[in-house]
């Protein structure tokens, strides 16, 4: 409803003015009911028109009144030609009728033209603005600041409306107004939706009154500026004053807040889900005053409420208050899906979706397709891959069918073109791993963000694709139209770490990828106008991976703002590149700068224990785990058990595994003890596996191959190999379970059947594996044998030294033998 087009009725109200010539005579109510008829015809446009015709034929289109409300309801029905049409065709303007078009363009996204007819209004009819006409030109303020675009000066857009709006509340002051209640409202809603709270809390508490909707604009606007505390007190106080009553509106803002707090806070697994307990406790304290005051049944804020319990994570709570509302709309179906799919529920999520048409015959929007695309994403990053003969990466085929699925009732929907729906529709098809899907989404939209870039270079990225990762980010740099933020250089700093090693050189006597390492300087030196802790962090671990720890060090301590995720990327990094010492040294400069150490930093920990053999310092570090309350984490019992195996102190391995039933945990101390030759407990342990129906995982079955290797045990380890790849586990041997039976089979002296089993295998053969066939075939002087795997280890990589010694070795044998023949 417009502010300033209220009609005026009754002694001293519409000016009649004279008749037209030929008109019928004009009367109070008969331009009254005009009026009122053009105020209701909200949206209906062909309404509009027939009742502009009869004010025409009735001669009282004209009248500055009822031209201001033809203005206001051409501008509702999103007309703003025909609105500004009939302003130019007044006679004369006053300020109702300003106001109705100053108050049309800031609803309908043309908050320039309503400032500029504010200034216009003024120098050119010099008329004076009103409480109204701030009130129209205010909101065309926070409009403006909700938009969030860039100017092109590098400025946003929210800064802009902001500098604008103080300027037209200065000139309220000076006119007097600014102590109205509506211009102060608009005032409040103004500099928070501008995200200057200081200012919106110094005209909040200077009002003479407030009415609901000042509380209201406070309490949202802190919580949509990250004070969510304060806006929950805020909201306390105003039910303590009981200055007056919180509407629903007033509720959906203290539910945001605090459903911007379990944002934030750090969640506690409770059975399957992770719960933001103490924003859920403020969530139902709120819900239940909502409840009391008669308020819940607002679908705003139900459909807020259902939000709210769902980024909480008890979506037992969220379904609760969907199922008790009386209707629902496609806001609140939105906010039970997208529920489900934050919840990692994916198939309630679309499931919901079908019901959402099937029994209610809500239509799906373009958020609807959002939620369900990712839904489609998440069932992906669970789903086991699948080959397909046309394909070569291993594809989610079921999510892949759901999301094309999907996608065809996107097409045949009336949701237009979105770029949402577009960076979804990549990130989508990306994750289940169809870059040819996902490239064709992106070259089918008109309109390109930074964020598709990002969506589709992390795509290729993420699918071993790095080379084409890399020329879509040179072609992005180049088109030079979206400009690269963080996380683009992250995706290409992790497309690097893809590309495929094609020429090695040795620094300090390790490999490195000088072509990754270079292009990793070239992204370093363009991020740089990208102090973020997130790409610095990724920068920290893309150096680490190429071996280049002085540069990841360099990028660590240049960090003007570290988090535990920093000091967590460098000691990985550290302990991965085998620079233990150094990782055992950095953890006490950490602790000293204030941070606890989390799992992540105890696996690093356990890790560098383990390669160094120091077995005082693992059980120090398996002490703090205890006493950080991190005991049952799986990670690190499995991390636990793996250290004290490679130190050689398997009873506290034992110990530790006695405690649990993971299979990642038993799987560690089979790897232990066929670390340390113990066949009997390997074997031993892989049948009390079977016989009590743990999962035996494809590295477990590495480590008790290895030991019938060992052992000795051919037919043993035969067998052992035909039950892992039976249906019983259906495991598909990889080249390290080839590599332990071409052993078992070479320490028997069966250098035929191995070399057999080499040619069968669905792969190409590495040079790991001709290698034990070569030492085999010193073990046991077979010349003929020798020479086929060391012609292929030639072939591979003509510069293996071990290779050269052991052909050399045999051949010296074999010289050897044959002279002792004939002797």
Known sequence: MFLGLLPMLGHGGLELGNPAPGSRYRTRGEIAVTIGALKVCSGDLERGKMLHLDAIESGIHTHPHVAAALVSMYARCGSLAEAHRVFEEMPRRNVVSWNALIQGYAENGQENLAMESFVVMQDREGLCPNSQTFVAVLKACTNMATKGERAGDGVSVKEQALEKGMALHSHATVSGFELNEFVANSLVEMYAKSGSMEDASRVFFGMKSRSVVSWTAMILGFAENGEEELALELFDLMLETQSCRPDALTFVAAIKGCTRLAIKEEGRLIGKSLVKVTSLEKGKIVHTRARNSGCQSSIVLESALVDMYSKCGSMVDARRVFDSAKCHNVVSWNSLIQGYVENGEEDLALESLLRMQ??????????????????????????????????????????????????????????????????????????????????????????????????????????????????????????????????????????????????????????????????????????????????????????????????????????????????????????????????????????????????????????????????????????????????????????????????????????????????????????????????????????????????????????????????????????????????????????????????????????????????????????????????????????????????????????????????????????????????
Not at 626 to 650: H, N, P, Q, Y
């Open 358 to 823: 099937a029994e209610e015959n809500c239509q799906p929007d373009a958020r609807t397709f959002v939620a369900a695309f990712k839904a489609c994403g998440g069932l992906a990053a669970k789903e086991n891959g699948k080959k397909l003969d046309d394909l070569p990466k291993l594809v989610k085929v079921q999510s892949l069918e759901k999301g094309m699925a999907l996608h065809a009732r996107l097409a045949k929907s009336t949701c237009g073109p979105d770029v949402f729906l577009t960076n979804t529709l990549v990130d989508m098809y990306a994750r289940c791993r169809s870059m040819q899907d996902s490239q064709k989404a992106f070259d089918q939209s008109s309109h390109h963000t930074t964020v598709s870039w990002n969506a589709l270079i992390l795509g290729y990225a993420e699918n071993g694709e790095g080379e084409a990762a890399l020329e879509f980010f040179q072609q992005m740099l180049a088109a030079g139209e979206c400009p690269p933020d963080c996380l683009t250089y992250v995706a290409a700093l992790k497309a690097c770490n893809t590309v495929a090693v094609t020429e090695k050189q040795l620094v300090n006597g390790k490999p490195h990828n000088w072509r990754s390492l270079e292009t990793k300087f070239a992204i370093h030196s363009h991020a740089c106008a990208h102090p973020d802790v997130f790409l610095a962090n990724t920068l920290v671990d893309a150096y680490a991976s190429s071996g280049n720890m002085f540069d990841a060090r360099r990028v660590f301590e240049s960090m003007n703002f570290r988090t535990l995720v920093s000091w967590n990327t460098l000691l990985h990094a550290y302990a991965d590149c085998g620079q233990v010492e150094e990782t055992l040294e950095l953890f006490p400069w950490m602790k000293k700068d204030g941070y606890r150490p989390d799992c992540r930093t105890f696996a690093a920990l356990l890790k560098a224990c383990g390669l160094l053999v120091t077995l005082s310092i693992g059980k120090a570090v398996y002490r703090d785990i205890c006493r950080s309350g991190f005991e049952d984490d799986m990670v690190l019992l499995t991390a636990s058990v793996d250290m004290f195996g490679k130190c050689g102190s398997m009873a506290e391995a034992q110990h530790i595994c006695d405690s649990s039933t993971s299979s990642e945990v038993v799987t560690a101390l089979v790897v232990g003890y066929s670390r340390q030759g113990d066949v009997g407990r390997v074997l031993g342990l892989y049948h009390q596996m079977r016989d009590e129906g743990v999962k035996i995982t494809s590295n477990c079955f590495v480590s008790v191959l290895a030991a019938c290797s060992h052992g000795g045990l051919v037919e043993t380890g035969k067998k052992i190999f035909r039950t892992m790849t039976s249906q019983e586990f259906g495991i598909v041997p990889g080249m390290e379970h080839y590599v332990c039976m071409v052993d078992v089979l070479g320490r028997a002296n069966q250098l035929d059947e191995a070399v057999e089993m080499v040619k069968r295998m669905p792969f190409d053969a590495n040079a790991m594996i001709w290698m034990t066939v070569l030492a085999a075939c010193c073990k046991w002087n077979n010349l003929e044998t020798g020479r086929l795997a060391f012609d292929r280890l030639v072939s591979l990589d003509a510069s293996n030294g071990a290779a050269y010694t052991l052909m050399a070795n045999l051949c010296k044998n074999s010289d050897h033998q044959e002279l002792s023949n004939h002797q």
